[in-house]
């Protein structure tokens, strides 16, 4: 059944990104066609991974950052991860800077932005075509942002409308945060997943009534994709 499950959601995905002819011209499409099919293939591709058992390595230096953004401290981790959907089934370090044997999980911002044209959080606006990629601006409906929303702009592919980048800062962030900003590249796979290749964030962290202060940067690469099951 799990494999009938696999080949239906990949059905569903490679479908949601024919709904248009692919030979059609990118300026044609307005911002609720754009985002609808990016929406459709979003969540075809959260339904194929949430199935899908698969590795990859994860390469991070996290750094302490001095006032002036001169770095003060640098960890470096390598890591194999194992993953199904959301859920870390598996870390092994491969290399630590600090000598520890076990690395953090990569951990920002939790919340996710849903791109359907009725996003009763969001608004969005065509910002820029380019040959192979839509450039859309988002931004919190309310105003001042709730804490944790997002401010920044989303690139999607104009051929098979996935995600390809996300550029983001949080004007009020969550916690001890008071800073925060991340960047994240994605990549397709062979069988239609979609998944972070690269991902950037800095932030500043404020706590124990100001007496810890923490400015950070963190660089994360993706590589080595392997499928499971």
């Avoid at 499950?5 to 024919?18: K, N, P, Q, R, T």
């Amino acid at each position: 059944m799990k494999t009938i499950s696999l080949f239906i959601v990949i059905g569903l995905l490679l479908s949601a990104a024919d709904i248009l002819p692919r030979d059609e011209p990118a300026a044609e499409l307005s911002l609720e066609q754009i985002l609808s099919r990016a929406h459709s293939v979003g969540e075809a591709n959260d339904s194929l991974l949430s199935i899908t058992k698969y590795r990859f390595e994860q390469s991070s230096v996290f750094n302490r950052l001095e006032k002036d953004g001169s770095i003060k401290k640098a960890d470096t981790t390598i890591a194999i991860i194992t993953r199904q959907g959301d859920e870390e089934l598996s870390r092994e370090v491969v290399y630590s800077s600090t000598g520890e044997g076990e690395s953090k999980k990569s951990e920002g911002e939790k919340q996710e932005i849903s791109l359907s044209p009725d996003n009763p959080d969001y608004n969005f606006s065509l910002t820029g075509i380019t040959g192979d990629s839509y450039k859309i601006s988002v931004s919190p409906k309310a105003s001042p942002p709730k804490e944790g929303q997002y401010v920044g702009i989303i690139e999607i592919d104009s051929q098979d409308f996935y995600v390809r980048s996300f550029d983001f800062v949080v004007p009020d962030p969550e916690g001890a945060l008071k800073e925060f900003a991340i960047a994240i590249n994605f990549e397709p796979l062979e069988g239609g997943l979609f998944v972070p290749a690269e991902m950037r964030m800095t932030g500043f962290v404020k706590a124990v009534l100001g007496i810890i202060k923490v400015r950070f940067s963190g660089e994360f690469k993706f590589s080595d994709y392997e499928i499971l099951e």
